[in-house]
């Protein structure tokens, strides 16, 4: 039994990364079925049901900020350093920047009736991607979140 830890989140049992070409750069999927829902999305864009697919889609939940003294600055990251004032204005102590909290979904796909859905594709939802999926879905009600739990044609 292989243990890793994945870059972005909980450690993983057996995952089976797959690389795959997508427009003609090679692109590792961190799971056989994401690379499965790929193939299959590509085929429904082969076929002109869908228009545009991106890949790993970054959406901001909650901005960066600094907090003192009963007050919040929120920051933009430039980079690796975050801007506004690194001291607390009222009592002259040092703020730390507390980083965003971002969601990457799987795949932003735009069908060609101009209908934009946001998929992810799970084996196992987490505690932690529940309470992400409540914030994605309080900031950003325009969109639609559909979870993808298995695909045609996989084991």
């Not at 993983?12 to 797959?18: D, P």
């Not at 070409?21 to 079925?33: A, M």
């Not at 920047?97 to 060609?112: E, H, L, P, Q, V």
Request: with cysteine.
């Amino acid at each position: 039994m292989t243990w890793h830890k994945n870059s972005t989140g909980p450690r993983v049992r057996n995952a089976k990364k797959t690389t795959l070409e997508v427009d003609g750069k090679p692109h590792t999927f961190p799971s056989h079925l994401e690379a499965l829902r790929y193939l299959e999305l590509k085929r429904l864009k082969e076929a002109g049901i869908v228009k545009e697919i991106e890949l790993q889609p970054i959406f901001e939940l909650q901005p960066a900020y600094r907090k003192c003294c009963g007050n919040i600055w929120y920051l933009k990251p430039h980079g690796f350093s975050f801007p506004g004032p690194k001291i607390c204005q009222i009592c002259k102590k040092k703020m730390p920047a507390i980083k965003a909290i971002t969601y990457i979904a799987d795949f932003r796909i735009t069908y060609t009736n101009g209908h934009v859905e946001i998929e992810d594709v799970k084996g196992l939802e987490t505690e932690v991607f529940k309470l992400k999926r409540k914030m994605f879905e309080y900031k950003y009600p325009e969109l639609t979140l559909k979870i993808v739990k298995t695909v045609r044609g996989a084991r």
